[in-house]
Structure formats: C-alpha cells, structure tokens
C-alpha cells in the first residue's frame, strides 16, 4: 500500500500532498491523521517558511471518502462526533500554523477538499482548478468551515511572524 500522504521538505518549503489520486485524493481517517501531523511539524520546524497543500493525479481533493470510511469502520456513525473532531482537527491545524499556508488547486476541491483551499491563507489555481460546495444539493451545511471561508476567499489573511 503507497503512502496516503507524501511529506516532503524542499528548501524551506513543506510540500503536503494527498496521495490517494485513485480516489481524487478524498479524504480518510489515515489522511487526515498524517496531514494533521505534517502541519503541526513543519509549524514548529524553523527550517520551514510556508506549507503547500496539493493532491496526487490532477485533483485537489474530492472531500469526504464515505465508502472507505465506513469500510474502515462500520459503527463510524455510532460515534460520529469522533469522525467530525478529526477533519476539524485538520483545519484548526491549517488555521493555527504559524506559516504561511497555500493550496495548489488542480482539478477537483470539493466539499470539505474545498473548505481545506479556504482555510488556507492563499490558493493557487490551475486552468482546470474548481472548488464546489456540494452540502447545499443534499440539504447539508458545509462542515469545514466554508460559510465562514468562502465569502472571504478573495481577501488574504494578515499574519504577523
């Protein structure tokens, strides 16, 4: 089994990948962990300048893996709070780094992969790059924070360092 996560440090710059492009890069327990991890790291290596977040294979990320979610663990919604504590533990680890945050957009960010390229402080788009909120099709609100990111998508974040 590859690596659902690539972690690779280039200069000063902190490449998280999501590598899981069979799925368009959606996202899994495993996933979450390791992007968790990688974002706390690199915002306490001071050989670290700024995180780049990018998917595997021409897609972004197609948010939420339901099927092997629930494969991996089929009493998931008998404790989906613990789910739910996991992907908004990943955003808080994007909003809480201490460097500059940016998503590589290609292709697909979707769902919660569009909350991920909102959280972070700038996004990069390919020509084929698109973010879409699909919770509204099915009756949902968007719960990784896109109604709080989305309307200031456009606005970059100041930081102090």
């Known amino acids: 089994m590859s690596e659902v996560v690539l972690v690779e440090t280039v ?5 998280v990948t999501i590598n899981r492009p069979e799925a368009r890069n959606a996202l899994t327990r495993a996933v979450l962990q390791r992007m968790t991890v990688a974002l706390d790291q690199a915002s306490t290596n001071p050989g670290v300048r700024c995180v780049v977040l990018a998917g595997a294979g ?16 089929p009493q998931m919604m008998d404790h989906i709070e613990l789910h739910m504590d996991e992907f908004h533990g990943l955003i808080k680890s994007i909003v809480r780094c201490t460097r500059p ?11 919660f992969g569009a909350d991920l390229a909102f959280a972070c402080d700038l996004r990069v788009a390919s020509t084929r790059a698109y973010a879409q909120e699909k919770f509204v099709r099915i009756g949902l609100m968007p719960d990784g924070g896109g109604t709080f990111w989305l309307p200031a998508w456009s606005a970059p974040r100041a930081r102090c360092r």
């Open 11 to 15: 200069g000063a710059t902190c490449m």
């Open 58 to 73: 021409g897609h972004f990320c197609s948010g939420a893996d339901l099927r092997q979610n629930i494969r991996d663990d």
């Open 101 to 111: 945050t940016i998503a590589m957009m290609d292709g697909a960010a979707v769902g």
